[in-house]
């Protein structure tokens, strides 16, 4: 059975390694995981992979405006033709209020959390459109789940990166075009957002 192409950012660490190990496991797929520093995240090279699946990394820092068009350049130039999924899981967290947030931390927040995402659509869009595939986004215990949760006067996030991950998967692989598109489901499956 083939399987499909992920992109996944933020790849080595929190959920975005999380659904990195998920789908990494699985047969055949192509797992093309960005990271801030392609030297610090080697490592995903050597784990465990399912039977046909592959690895290759590639540099996007959220932070800068042409990392996603140069990696989707790097990526072609590796023979992928096509991406089924791509998934921004890279972020940043400030522990902070809008009213007491310096300009400039909200700026990164905004760029890292949001115009990235939009930059890293308009990046992979054609590879996205030759996608052979039919199928058409709660705090979770990691770093910046914890310190949400712990301000919002929680022990802990509620949702563990495991079941997070596993929840996530399961939305993304049975995703349709007519049932989930242009809805935000969060890491429980069974709630869609109004917005």
């Given at each position: 059975?083939?399987?499909?192409?992920?992109?996944?950012?933020?790849?080595?660490?929190?959920?975005?390694?999380?659904?990195?190990?998920?789908?990494?496991?699985?047969?055949?797929?192509?797992?093309?995981?960005?990271?801030?520093?392609?030297?610090?995240?080697?490592?995903?090279?050597?784990?465990?992979?399912?039977?046909g699946t592959r690895v290759i990394?590639?540099?996007?820092?959220?932070?800068?405006?042409?990392?996603?068009?140069?990696?989707?350049?790097?990526?072609?130039?590796?023979?992928?033709?096509?991406?089924?999924?791509?998934?921004?899981?890279?972020?940043?967290?400030?522990?902070?209020?809008?009213?007491?947030?310096?300009?400039?931390?909200?700026?990164?927040?905004?760029?890292?959390?949001?115009?990235?995402?939009?930059?890293?659509?308009?990046?992979?869009?054609?590879?996205?459109?030759?996608?052979?595939?039919?199928?058409?986004?709660?705090?979770?215990?990691?770093?910046?789940?914890?310190?949400?949760?712990?301000?919002?006067?929680?022990?802990?996030?509620?949702?563990t990166l495991d079941e997070s991950?596993?929840?996530?998967?399961?939305?993304?692989?049975?995703?349709?075009?007519?049932?989930?598109?242009?809805k935000f489901f969060d890491e429980?499956?069974?709630?869609?957002?109004?917005?």
């Amino acid at each position: 059975m083939p399987g499909k192409t992920y992109l996944i950012t933020g790849a080595n660490r929190g959920l975005g390694r999380g659904l990195f190990d998920h789908y990494v496991a699985q047969s055949n797929n192509t797992l093309i995981a960005a990271v801030r520093n392609v030297e610090v995240a080697q490592t995903l090279l050597n784990v465990p992979r399912g039977e046909g699946t592959r690895v290759i990394l590639v540099k996007i820092d959220s932070a800068s405006k042409k990392d996603a068009f140069e990696a989707a350049e790097t990526i072609k130039k590796q023979g992928i033709e096509f991406i089924d999924v791509v998934i921004a899981a890279a972020g940043i967290f400030k522990l902070n209020t809008i009213e007491d947030m310096p300009l400039e931390e909200f700026e990164e927040v905004l760029m890292i959390n949001g115009i990235s995402v939009l930059l890293l659509y308009k990046a992979t869009l054609p590879l996205l459109r030759h996608s052979r595939d039919e199928k058409g986004p709660k705090l979770v215990q990691t770093d910046m789940g914890n310190m949400g949760a712990r301000a919002a006067g929680m022990e802990k996030a509620p949702l563990t990166l495991d079941e997070s991950s596993r929840n996530t998967a399961f939305i993304i692989d049975n995703a349709t075009q007519g049932e989930h598109s242009g809805k935000f489901f969060d890491e429980t499956i069974d709630r869609i957002h109004p917005w």
